[in-house]
């Protein structure tokens, strides 16, 4: 089957309230883990690649690779997503590329680190629907700026100022009237990176309440939570164990990712615990057999350990048990739906 837009997935998650995690990729270890995950527990999958990763890898690969994986794995419906596109022009190449989804983020200017304001985010955001939907790809819109109230991640915030970046809902709901997105992306305090809180977070830092109130405002709109890796104790101590240097910190817990899936919450990004998974795998294969040098020794433990993040990610939101119950829809037969 085809690689299918992303909202025919977010429709069936609201439809039959659960999340999907949308994972982040730079080679065929990680799809290939993604795809183990996703047969094992039959979940529909959403792949991203951000702009490094599509840099790093390079589309021809990243999209013949996606291909694979949809021909090796027909009953997986899989969406392949580009994460935190920075212009216009960067989500045309994506959907010249294959990618069956986009995001604009136009919360920060072209740059991805100076915070925009509302009428440039619209204009872009705009934009991107205009001709993603005429080519029946989905796209995926941000308001608020992604940072950590606590260590300025994601847009460089810090303190204060970072609370002044958090979603508003008035003009959440606003941005999706403005915009015809098909996903928005909530800033609720969450950041990128294995850094996010320095001890499990309350409510003052990771605004759960923001998702119920937008939720309640926008009840059709499938919201998303960037930032949402849950940095597992566990992840970081096999990394140090092995001569890694991680600081103790604490990421998205599960519980509060479940709440928001109660709350209209589609979408869940993780990619920091599936490169800790990684690391740690690969780090155990270096210390305790340094005469190894054949790269499968390390890196099939390391698919391994990342395909065990996914599975217990896909439980856990409840996409599990899905992919066999979604009809697969290309991007061509998507048009007429956005042409209604
Ligand atoms: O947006 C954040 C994702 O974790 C991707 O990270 O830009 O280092 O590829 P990246
Ligand atoms: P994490 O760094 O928490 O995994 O977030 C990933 C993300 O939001 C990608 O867009
Ligand atoms: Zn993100």
């Known amino acids: 089957m085809p690689l299918v837009p992303m909202r025919v997935l977010l429709d069936h998650a609201a439809e039959n309230g ?70 216009p022009s960067t989500c045309y190449s994506a959907i010249s590329q294959g990618f069956t989804s986009v995001m ?31 080519l029946g790809v989905s796209v995926e819109g941000e ?50 990176g294995a850094y996010k809180f320095t001890k499990p977070p309350t409510g003052d830092v990771l605004k759960m309440d923001l998702i119920e109130e937008i939720h309640k405002r926008l009840p059709n709109t499938h919201l998303v939570m960037h930032g949402s890796s849950s940095v597992p104790q566990e992840l970081r101590e096999i990394i140090n164990k092995y001569g890694g240097n991680l600081k103790p910190s604490w990421g998205v817990p599960i519980e509060q990712i479940q709440r928001g899936i109660k709350h209209g919450v589609r979408k ?5 615990d599936n490169r800790l998974a990684i690391t740690g795998a690969i780090r155990k294969v270096f210390a305790e057999t340094p005469e190894k040098f054949d790269p499968r020794d390390y890196l099939k433990p390391a698919r391994e350990a990342m395909k065990k993040v996914c599975v217990a990610r896909m439980t856990a939101f409840g996409q599990a048990g899905n992919a066999g119950k979604i009809k697969q829809i290309t991007c061509r037969e998507m048009i007429s739906f956005y042409l209604k």
């Open 104 to 134: 604009m983020d136009g919360s920060l200017h072209e740059d991805g680190k100076s915070t925009s304001d509302y009428a440039y985010n619209v204009k872009v955001t705009r934009d991107v629907v205009h001709v993603a939907h005429a």
């Open 268 to 272: 869940i990004n993780v990619d920091t």
């Open 18 to 87: 659960y999340g999907v995690a949308a994972l982040n990729v730079n080679d065929m270890e990680q799809i290939q883990a993604i795809m183990a995950a996703a047969v094992e527990t039959d979940s529909p999958v959403i792949i991203q690649a951000s702009r490094g990763a599509r840099s790093y890898s390079q589309d021809a690969y990243l999209r013949n690779l996606m291909l694979a994986a949809v021909e090796l794995h027909p009953n997986i419906p899989v969406a392949m997503h580009l994460d935190h596109g920075n212009a």
């Open 143 to 192: 308001i608020g700026a992604l940072g950590g109230i606590e260590d300025g991640h994601g847009a460089g915030l810090t303190g204060e100022e970072a609370l002044k970046h958090l979603a508003d809902p008035a003009q959440a709901e606003q941005f999706v009237k403005d915009t015809n997105v098909d996903a928005l992306a909530v800033a609720i305090g969450t950041s990128h």
